[in-house]
């Protein structure tokens, strides 16, 4: 990673976004910590841009879809359109070099789009969600194609074939899909009227999804361990106002904290597997981040950011085997004025 060394002797997060007249969010760190993706919202307008950071290297980079080409797994940057939301961005594999998101043109179906390219998989129907196996293989995502939010996956070695259909469920949609570590399996939330819950596919070869959650209310946004051996996620069962942050185990999902702020992209793991950073819901301390082991949450501690008004977390470890922090905030504790969202980076002490 080649963040400046003075930001890690730095107490706390530093910021490394410019002053947008909007909302920053989402941070997504790529998977070998050389660049960081956000967006930002104008809500307003009711209007979202995507951007990516490198760090040292000077001003983010817009990102929008093209009307032109075909798709390209080696394609560069574009400007922004002000008439598209860009938003979701998916990592490729670090050797790969690339990302999907998600799109819309004004008045137009999102489709998913390779960076610098042209849609992929279009068809009439919202796509988004998407999810790039760490294989490098396949994209899942969830799309409206059929009238129903089921999950698609696409064929990287054969971007022209139609994406295989995953999920059939007439009363339920497919949403919030992500890989385990190996790129075969897929968890994802089944959302229904009767609540949602946790589903997984063992085998994307030979779809047959499997309920793993059997809790009351809504269970949401899984993200799997970096070993591959657990499933943490959110669920409000306990207290429909409250969403609680647990980890899958063999007999029962343990409880990690208890009334947290939703994560973007699901729950964050440290790259060893052994300890979830999550943000609390306390208005008295400004929405802390906090990292726990989940094999014993009591030991969980604070980390000392800074910042106030915290969310959108993303932890990769970097270049430099430093465990680094994205972080979307409403500013440090010092400022006299906090107007917009924006995005910070720390390391987090060993």
Known sequence: ???????????????????????????????????LSYEVNYHNIKK????????????????APLSRGTSSLTA??????????????????????????????????????????????????????????????????????????????LDVHNLTAPP????????????YATWSPSGRSVAYVGHSDSGDQIYLIPDITNPAPQVITKLGSTQTR???????????????????????????????PRLIAEDVVLNHRGPAWTPDGTRLVYVSRDDDSFNPINIAPAADPAQARRLETGTVGNQDLSVIRGQDDQIWLALSAQGRAEDTTRDYRRIYVMVIPE
């Not at 998407?130 to 129903?148: E, H, K, Y």
């Not at 295989?164 to 949403?175: D, N, P, R, V, W």
Request: proline share 6%; aromatic share 12%.
């Open 222 to 252: 899984p993200a799997y361990s970096p070993d591959g051996k657990y499933i943490a996620f959110y669920s409000n069962h306990r207290d429909a106002d409250e969403f609680d942050l647990y980890v899958t185990t063999p007999q029962a």
């Open 164 to 175: 295989t259909q995953l999920t059939t469920s007439a009363s339920a949609a497919e949403l």
């Open 48 to 63: 979202l841009e995507l951007y990516i950071y490198t760090p040292g290297g000077g001003t983010a980079v817009s990102v």
């Open 76 to 153: 560069g940057f574009s400007t922004a359109s002000s008439e598209s939301v860009t938003h979701e961005l998916s990592w490729s594999p670090a050797a790969m070099g690339t990302f999907v998101y998600s799109a819309s043109g004004s008045g137009q179906d999102y489709d998913l789009y390779l960076n610098l390219s042209g849609a992929i998989g279009s068809a009439p129907g919202a796509d988004g969600g998407p999810a790039w196996s760490p294989d490098g293989r396949w994209i899942v995502f969830t799309s409206a194609r059929t009238g129903q939010g089921d999950l698609y996956l």
């Open 1 to 35: 990673m080649i963040l400046l060394t003075v930001a890690a002797a730095l107490a706390g997060a530093r910021l490394v976004t410019p002053d947008y007249d909007a909302n920053c969010q989402a941070p997504v760190w790529s998977p070998d910590g050389s660049k």
